[in-house]
Antibody, heavy 119, light 111 residues
Framework: QITLKESGPTLVKPTQNLTLTCTFSGFSFTTSGVGVGWIRQPPGKALEWLAL???????RYTPSLKSRLTITKDTSESQVVLTMTNMGPVDTATYYC???????????WGQGNLVTVSS | QSALTQPPSASGSPGQSVAISCTGTSSDVGGHNYVSWYQQHPGKAPRLIIY???KRPSGVPDRFSGSKSGNTASLTVSGLQAEDEADYYC???????????FGGGTKLTVL
């Protein structure tokens, strides 16, 4: 059974950096083809893909936020960490981590972590 | 503004069929067979219901079907049921630079 769970702050101040951790079970980065991604959703708005990391440490970022994002993995801890710098109010959203099925389809999702950016 | 264009709303009566479109470009929808559809109920995480244009994950009813023609993908929900009322999002692989793009979402109402 595959599960994922996001953890991190629920409130950050403008200009601060955000660090979110995705802790998962039921699969491992030691398996070829495995990928974990981050997707966010502002309140009442659409989904937006942010980043993806593969089993071989290959990484992909959405172009509009690439300069602010860093995705890393800890295979032994079964975790993926997303860091986003210089947070602003427009970054207020629920941040999801998800397990890749194939291509860019996400079969298993975490429950989400709502992050509010406010002073 | 989302990269893929979906109608903001769609509706149908129980038992009817409804189709939701997702229009992109030759760089995403039209250029790759990696179109996915997600169902999202309020306050819940999205649920994958279609991947690779027309494949269904295990457990997804065959009332949900996907197709693609040119730069437009479509999700058809047949035999509408009350529990199908939700938001639906499409996404597509968009090449090695943009990688993945989502649609703006469609709110499906079961009348």
């Amino acid at each position: 059974q595959i599960t994922l769970k996001e953890s991190g702050p629920t409130l950050v101040k403008p200009t601060q950096n955000l660090t979110l951790t995705c802790t998962f079970s039921g699969f491992s980065f030691t398996t070829s083809g495995v990928g974990v991604g981050w997707i966010r959703q502002p309140p009442g708005k659409a989904l937006e893909w942010l980043a993806l990391i593969y089993w071989d440490d290959d990484k992909r970022y959405t172009p509009s936020l690439k300069s602010r994002l860093t995705i890393t993995k800890d295979t032994s801890e079964s975790q993926v960490v997303l860091t986003m710098t210089n947070m602003g109010p427009v970054d207020t959203a629920t941040y999801y981590c998800a397990h890749r099925l194939s291509g860019t389809s996400w079969l298993y999702w975490g429950q989400g972590n709502l992050v509010t950016v406010s002073s | 503004q989302s990269a893929l264009t979906q109608p903001p709303s769609a509706s149908g009566s129980p038992g009817q069929s409804v189709a939701i479109s997702c229009t992109g470009t030759s760089s995403d929808v039209g250029g790759h067979n990696y179109v996915s559809w997600y169902q999202q109920h309020p306050g819940k995480a999205p649920r994958l219901i279609i991947y690779e244009v027309s494949k269904r994950p295990s457990g997804v009813p065959d009332r949900f079907s996907g197709s693609k023609s040119g730069n437009t993908a479509s999700l058809t929900v047949s035999g509408l049921q009350a529990e199908d009322e939700a938001d639906y999002y499409c996404s597509s692989y968009a090449g090695s630079n943009n990688f993945e793009v989502f649609g703006g979402g469609t709110k499906l109402t079961v009348l």
